[in-house]
């Protein structure tokens, strides 16, 4: 089946009266790093251009800010600024003429990155360095302009339109909502006077680009915030923003303070498109969705039950940039589908050291750097260990034009991700899997399964080049009674091999650690998976949409009878590894749950009353069924060793090359960095 007939609302074009999008799927906007790095316009341009000719209908920029005082990356305002994105708008022009490209102009208010931020009030927010400067009536004026004269130098740049951003927290937003906006003057108070700032800047946008130019204003149709916007005031926004002159309105959800995951692994696909399905029925111009939408058919179900008039996918272009073309051709079980980690690309944008990529796809924002080019000489290369990083080798090598062994000692692909995949939460894993057992079909890797492999075999079968990632072994730290019967390591537990009791202890607070105390915490079916459990584990009203949704809902933890305890050694709190972005919510899951966060930890020794301790210097003893032990990993290489003692040169990645600190993000980084050279 085609493309066009499996997705008919995804494949079908939108006109806009002047221009038409070719279809409904446009790329989101994500603030690479590129903006601001040596040559990254460069670098902007053939990211982009991938992704057009990857068959998107439309792109959206990462956020420019009209003027320095609402930046935190690059701004546009000025004639020399506006030449360098020529680059972009030309690459993607040239790419593909029908993709439409739109340029996101971002003024991020109290949350610009230096001190001359500016806000209707000087409110500091609680993410934000700096308090803002509380603007006054010419201080509101020069914004306006900026934001116009920006939109006009986009044009000029050769965008086919701009986005207006007017969620977040951002300046516009801050507007809106009453605490961040006490004014008395006309440009507070009453929902008409905040509303007046983000009206006045679409009015004056589409006075300065003409009427044959897209404008799409970004509203928070659910902002999260106890406070926040109610649904009447996002109605009277949306229609007037659409009578000031905005051809689209995209509907936003999120306040980057606000305690809701809106886009973690842990959120349901498209759950929140219902809220944008409600909005579009009480507006005229066509509207766009957002948030977990990761697969074709996702997007098909939320186009077809009327959600929206447009998807937006930005993480998901990370993971894969022929994702519209391989639905298109009927190819979409080879999508190498976003997981929604937020690894590689939103926890690099707030890291703020390390530009943005992908944990699936290294490729992604190194389009220029990192290359997959076809072999002159294929050679035959044996790849030991199926997890992440075998994987990752294997795909690339052989997408390369090489002939691939590739070998594990278990019966399926996936290594320690086979376990990942059982948490609560973390389901979405299991696409990285059928993924790769595709792409062994589609490169025709061959598979050797139950294959324990020792230098013996790979001197017997003489391959070309040898590539060991066999991964890890759980660490089992020597103390006095780690061989009792209430023992588990966390392979066992994780698998369901060992009955788990109903007080637990896990030594060690790592993410496994976390993880094996999300799971037997967990009651009932996974939030990820049920939106009803999601919004009551998370106090979301979507059935009556209080303020921000949330406001005076109380979050409903999905609490098992079991009493545990998370401890670690080091003084710190408890998670300080996890992710930046998705740290927090894992945190306050296991505390709304109950689980007992215990650090400064020192093990004694385990035996029938329990596991013994000193915690900060005192003696402790946890009385225990069971110790659950996710105490880190080394890695595992009796392969390589063997094959050094036999002289046989080989390869090491992964786990099996350092375990510490390793997660799948490095793994497939250094397989795929070593399978484009070899
Ligand atoms: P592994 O995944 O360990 O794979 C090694 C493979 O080698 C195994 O399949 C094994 O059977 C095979 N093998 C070993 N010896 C031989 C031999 N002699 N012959 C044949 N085959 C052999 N990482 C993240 O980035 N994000 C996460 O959210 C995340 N969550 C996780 C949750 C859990 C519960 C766990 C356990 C891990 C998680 N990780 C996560 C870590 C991630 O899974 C690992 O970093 C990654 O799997 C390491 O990949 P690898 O290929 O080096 O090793
Ligand atoms: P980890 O993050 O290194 O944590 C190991 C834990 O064990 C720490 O709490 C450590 O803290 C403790 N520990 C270390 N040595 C010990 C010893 N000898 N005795 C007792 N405790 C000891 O490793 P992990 O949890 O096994 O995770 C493995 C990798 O998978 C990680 O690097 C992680 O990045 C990745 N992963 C990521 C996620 C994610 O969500 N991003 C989720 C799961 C796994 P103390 O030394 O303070 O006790
Ligand atoms: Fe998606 Fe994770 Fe890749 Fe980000 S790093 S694009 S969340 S798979």
């Known amino acids: 089946m085609s493309g066009a007939e499996r997705y008919p609302h995804a494949f079908s074009p939108l006109d806009l009266g002047f221009t038409t999008l070719k279809n409904r799927i446009l790329m989101g906007s994500m603030h690479t790093g590129l903006e601001e790095a040596e040559n990254g316009f460069a670098r902007l341009a053939e990211y982009f251009a991938e992704r057009a000719r990857g068959g998107v209908g439309m792109i959206i920029t990462g956020g420019i800010s009209p003027n320095i005082e609402g930046g935190f990356g690059s701004k546009l305002s000025t004639l020399a600024e506006a ?9 993607v022009h040239a790419a593909d003429p029908e993709v439409k490209i739109c340029m996101q102009i971002l003024h991020a208010g ?33 914004q306006i302009a900026d934001f116009a004269n920006c939109a006009a130098l986009a044009r000029s740049a050769g965008y086919d339109g701009v986005e207006i951003i007017g969620s977040a927290g951002y300046l516009l937003s801050t507007f809106l909502v009453a605490r961040t906006n006490l004014r008395t003057d006309r440009w507070g108070g009453s929902f008409e006077n905040r509303m007046r700032m983000p009206i006045e800047v679409v009015r004056r946008v589409r006075a300065a680009v003409g009427e044959r130019f897209i404008v799409i204003f970004r509203i ?15 109605v009277c926004l949306g229609q007037a923003v659409e009578a000031a002159g905005a051809n689209i309105i995209s509907t936003h959800f999120c306040w980057h303070e606000a305690p809701v995951p809106t886009i973690a692994t842990m959120v349901p696909r498209a759950v929140f498109t219902q809220v944008t399905g409600r909005l579009r029925r009480a507006l005229g111009v066509p509207v766009i969705t957002s948030n977990r939408i990761n697969m074709p058919d996702v ?18 272009m990370l993971a894969d940039p022929e994702l519209v073309r391989k639905a298109a051709q009927g190819r979409a079980d080879e999508i190498n589908t976003c997981i929604a980690c937020n690894q590689a690309c939103l926890d690099h944008t707030f890291g703020g050291n390390q530009p943005v990529s992908c944990l699936l796809n290294p490729r992604a924002c ?9 072999v002159a000489a294929p050679k035959r290369i044996a790849v030991v260990g199926a997890g992440p990083a075998g ?17 594990d000692a278990g019966a399926e692909i996936g290594g320690q991700f086979n376990l990942a995949r059982r948490i609560p939460g973390k389901e979405e894993f299991r696409e990285t899997l059928r993924y790769y057992r595709r792409m062994i079909e589609v490169h025709a890797i061959a598979w050797r399964p139950n294959t324990r492999v020792d230098a013996a075999l790979l001197k017997v079968e003489g391959f070309d080049e040898v590539v ?57 079916p996974s939030g990820a998976l049920d939106a009803e459990v999601f919004a009551r584990e998370w106090g979301i009203d979507f059935k009556h949409h209080p303020r921000g949704g949330v406001t005076g ?28 972005t998705t740290g927090w919510a894992h945190r306050m899951t296991l505390a709304r749950r109950g689980v007992h966060m215990v650090s400064g930890v020192e093990y004694l020794k385990i035996d029938d009353a329990g596991l013994h301790t000193r915690v900060n210097g005192e003696p402790r003893l946890f009385e225990v069924d069971t110790v659950i032990v996710c105490a880190g990993q080394t890695p595992l290489r009796t392969l390589y060793d063997e094959l050094q003692s036999a002289g046989l040169p080989a390869h090491l990645i992964g786990g099996a090359f350092e375990a510490a600190e390793l997660d799948a993000k490095r793994a497939i980084y250094q397989a795929s960095h070593l399978a484009a050279e070899v």
């Open 391 to 407: 994987l990752a080798f294997a795909s690339v090598a052989a997408q390369r034009g090489h002939r691939v062994t590739l070998f």
């Open 553 to 580: 809902v109380v979050p409903q933890a999905a609490r098992a009878e079991r009493t545990v305890w998370l401890m670690q050694r080091k003084a710190d709190a408890l998670g300080r590894t996890l992710g930046r």
């Open 110 to 142: 109290p949350l610009a990155g230096s001190e001359l931020c500016v806000a209707p009030s000087a409110v500091k927010s609680r993410i934000a360095r700096f308090t803002p400067h509380e603007l006054d009536e010419a201080g509101i004026e020069k």
């Open 299 to 316: 997007a098909e179900a939320v186009l077809a039950r009327g959600d929206a008039d447009l998807v937006s996918m930005a993480r998901p």
């Open 468 to 524: 060991v990632a066999t991964g890890i072994e759980p660490r089992l730290p020597a103390l006095p009674g780690i061989k009792h019967a209430k023992v588990v390591p966390y392979i066992d537990a994780i698998l369901g091999l060992q009955p788990i009791g109903r007080r637990v202890a896990i030594m060690g607070a790592g993410g496994i650690g976390f993880d094996v105390a999300t799971l037997i915490s967990q009651d009932g």
């Open 83 to 91: 030449e360098q994105h020529r680059l972009i708008t030309r690459a």
């Open 220 to 234: 928070a149709a659910m902002d999260m915030l106890e406070g926040g916007l109610a649904w009447d005031e996002i």
């Open 366 to 374: 190194n389009e220029t750097l990192l290359h997959y080019a076809p």
